[in-house]
């Protein structure tokens, strides 16, 4: 039987990759006073990370039930950050090899209790845990956006014992999180593969002439009643990820359309990957911070 983790809610979390994400995933597992570890090789982005959690930490906490701030550290050393860890999120770029490279040093590093989860937004983590001896520990939880999007998707990697899964469902919501099951293996699991369809078709009418993206967003607006539309929703996420994801899906069917493809490259050539560099396919946001 797969062990469970002990004794978690003395233990940290910790999150490898200090991106959008990963600071963001390091943010709500230190809403119940505990330690969250973030490491990643570029110490600027990585104190970033912190600063960020630590920010909004007071005010993400008061609205989890039984919360209270807990503590965002960086650790640049990855085996240190994730040596007592009951649970260790990997959130870095969408690069097949450089997950498998990760999972296979994480199933040295951590505890033999440990769960060992991916945040990857398209693939599934059965391709990066294939062969691990410990893969029964290992699946996919997959974060949207929060603290506003508090959803997310467990799923997973084909040999996951399913009392981690049940762990997993069952814990997560102590940090003010949602999990859902998809209980079969999805790429772009339940929510993203909707919202892939849709970001897609309106990349495409973008790259068609067809509209532009202020205008498709104020009538996603006001047709769905959202504040953002898939264009600014993008840029949120980052122009370069997109394409990453969208790369993923053509792969796996090549009859999908070349035009979003084709319009992201234009916007990641000019340097506009959007909220990160400031500009991408809108350019009011304020000016990144220079080092």
Not at 129 to 149: C, I, S, V
Request: include cysteine.
């Amino acid at each position: 039987m797969t062990p469970i983790p002990q004794n978690y809610r003395n233990r940290p979390v910790a999150v490898v990759g200090a991106g959008t994400l990963g600071r963001r995933i390091a943010l709500m597992f230190a809403t119940r006073g505990g330690q969250a570890h973030i490491t990643d090789p570029n110490t600027e982005q990585g104190e970033q990370a912190v600063a960020y959690a630590m920010a909004e930490l007071p005010t993400v906490a008061a609205k989890v039930d039984g919360g209270t701030p807990g503590t965002v550290t960086y650790v640049p050393d990855q085996a240190d950050a994730v040596a007592n860890a009951w649970l260790v999120v990997e959130a870095v770029p969408e690069k097949l090899e450089l997950k498998k490279a990760i999972f296979a040093q994480l199933e040295t590093d951590c505890a033999a209790d440990a769960i060992i989860a991916s945040n990857s937004s398209s693939y599934a983590s059965r391709l990066f845990t294939e062969g691990l001896k410990t893969n029964d520990r290992m699946l996919n939880t997959h974060f949207y956006m929060p603290p506003a999007a508090t959803a997310l998707d467990v799923m997973s990697d084909g040999n996951t014992a399913p009392e981690i899964i049940d762990f997993v469902l069952r814990t997560f919501p102590e940090y003010g999180l949602h999990p859902f099951h998809c209980r079969r293996e999805s790429t772009g699991f339940i929510f993203n593969r909707i919202w892939a369809a849709l970001k897609r078709e309106s990349l495409e009418v973008v790259y068609e002439g067809v509209s532009v993206p202020e205008d498709v967003d104020a009538m996603f607006a006001m047709n769905f009643g959202t504040k953002a539309g898939p264009f600014r929703m993008m840029d949120q996420v980052g122009l370069d990820v997109v394409l990453d994801i969208e790369e993923h899906y053509a792969q796996e069917n090549p009859n999908l359309p070349e035009g979003p493809r084709i319009l992201l490259r234009k916007y990641i050539d000019q340097g506009k990957l959007g909220v990160k560099t400031g500009a991408g396919f809108y350019d009011d946001y304020p000016e990144p911070k220079q080092s």
